[in-house]
C-alpha cells in the first residue's frame, strides 16, 4: 500500500510539470505582450509556472484527481478535465488582472483543450502502469451482524483492489481469527462489536496487517472532534452543536454569493426549460414538496415539474408513464432542481448538506434509526456527502454516516470540493455498483462455501 501511494505521489508530479511547461509555451508564445507582461520574461516567468503549478495540484487534488487505480479511470479522467477547466478560468482572470485589460481568450481556450488531452494520455499510462504492477490485497473478512456480509458485494466490484477469500463470524472466537489471519494481507472488520473491535485492531497495528474497519456512529462523531493538550491525558472535545456561528455566517454568505450568480447566468436555460414544460400540457412549470431542514423545520422545495399533474393520485408503473417528454430530459440532466437555487438564496437551504427528505420519512427513518436525527444539526443542502459517496442503493444508516462525516469535518474547503465533484456526479449515470439483484447473507456465505469445496 505504501509502495502504491509512492508511485501515485511520483505520477502526479510528473503530471503537474509537464501541464505547468505546456502552459509556460502557451503564454509565451501566444499571450505574451511587451505592453503587459515584460517584467515577467525575467524570474517572473518562473513564479507564473509556479502558481499555476500549484493551483493544478490544489483544483486537482480537491476534485480527487490523482486517485490512479482507486477510483475508477473515468471518474479520474473526468475529475482532472473539471479541474483543468476551473485552473485555467482561474489563471485567465489573473493574466487579465495583471495586463489590467480582458485578454482574447483564445489562446486559453486552446490551452484547455489540450490540457484535456495530455491529462487524457497520462491518466490511461498511469492506470496501465497501475494494473500491470498492482495486485489486489488477499483479504479475511470477520462479521459481527450476518447482514454486514453484504459489504464483500461492493468491495468485489473492486476486484483489481480487493479479494476477499474468506469470511469468518466473530463468534468463532479471536484466537481462531488471529490464527486463520497468516494467511492473509489484510483483515475487514465489519459490524463487530467495540470491544471485539478494538481486540482486532490492536492486534492487526501491532502485526502490521492492513486494516480495513467499516465506521459506527459514535466513531463519526469521534472523527470531528478537536484535540485538547491541557493535560498529560488526552483529550478530544466534540462539538454537539453542529457549525460554529463563524462557520455558520462564512457558509451563508457563499451560498447567497454564488447562488445569486448562478441564477442569473443560467436564467436563460430556466427560461427555456419552463416554456417547454408550459407548452408540454399548459400545467404548473414548478412542483413543490414539504421537506424538513434544520432543527426539523419544514418547508416547500422547488423543482421543475418533470410529472402530470396528477402524479402523486397515479400508481408507478415500470416505465413510469407519468414523466412528462420534457420531464425526461431535465431528470436525466438533473435540470429539475435548479429553482432550488431560490430556497437557497431565501434561506431554507444550504448549497452543501444533508439531502433533505420528506415529512413522512424523516418519521419513519428516525423511528427505525433515532441517529437519523442527528442530519439536522445543519441545513439540507442541495448535494452532499450522501449524493457524491452514495450510490442509488445505499442504505439509510450509511447515508447517515456520510451525512454526519460532512457535518463533523465542515470546513469552507470542503464545502469547495463537493462542490466541484458535485459537477462529475451530474454527467454520472447513478450506479448501484454491479448490483442487479440484492443477494441476501445465506446467498454470499452459500457462495463462499462452495468456492471453498471447488
Known sequence: MKNKNTVRKIESVIELIVLALVYYYVWRNYIFDKAYFWPMI?????????????????????????????????????????????????????????????????????????????????????????????????????????????????????????????????????????????????????????????DLLKYCYMHDIETYITPKISDVIISGGEDIHQFDTPLIMINTTGLTPEQEFVKRFFDVVLCVIAAIVLSPLMLIVSIAIKLEDHGPVFYKQARVTKDGKVFDILKFRSMVEDAEQRPATDDDDRITKVGHVIRATRVDELPQIFNIIKGDMSIVGPRPERTEHVEKYTEAIPEFEFRSKVKGGLTGFAQIYGKYNTSAYDKIKLDLMYIENYSFLLDLKLILMTIRIVFKKESTEGFDKVATAEEILASLEADKKD
Open 42 to 198: 525575467g524570474r517572473g516567468k518562473y513564479v507564473l509556472m509556479g502558481v499555476y503549478l500549484i493551483l493544478s495540484l490544489v483544483i486537482i487534488h480537491m476534485c480527487e484527481g490523482f486517485k490512479y487505480g482507486i477510483l475508477k479511470i473515468a471518474d479520474v479522467l473526468f475529475s482532472q478535465w473539471i479541474a483543468m477547466f476551473v485552473v485555467n478560468v482561474v489563471t485567465y482572470l489573473q493574466l487579465s488582472l495583471m495586463a489590467n485589460v480582458m485578454i482574447n481568450p483564445r489562446a486559453m481556450i486552446c490551452l484547455t483543450l489540450v490540457d484535456f488531452v495530455i491529462t487524457s494520455i497520462f491518466v490511461y499510462i498511469f492506470f496501465a502502469i497501475y494494473n500491470k504492477h498492482s495486485k489486489a490485497s488477499k483479504l479475511l473478512m470477520v462479521y459481527g451482524v450476518k447482514e454486514s456480509v453484504g459489504l464483500k458485494l461492493k468491495m468485489d466490484t473492486r476486484s483489481d483492489s480487493y479479494n476477499i477469500k474468506k469470511i469468518i463470524s466473530i463468534e468463532e472466537g479471536l484466537d481462531k481469527i488471529f490464527s486463520e489471519l497468516k494467511n492473509y494481507d489484510g483483515i475487514v472488520i465489519s459490524d463487530v462489536s467495540a470491544e471485539q473491535r478494538n
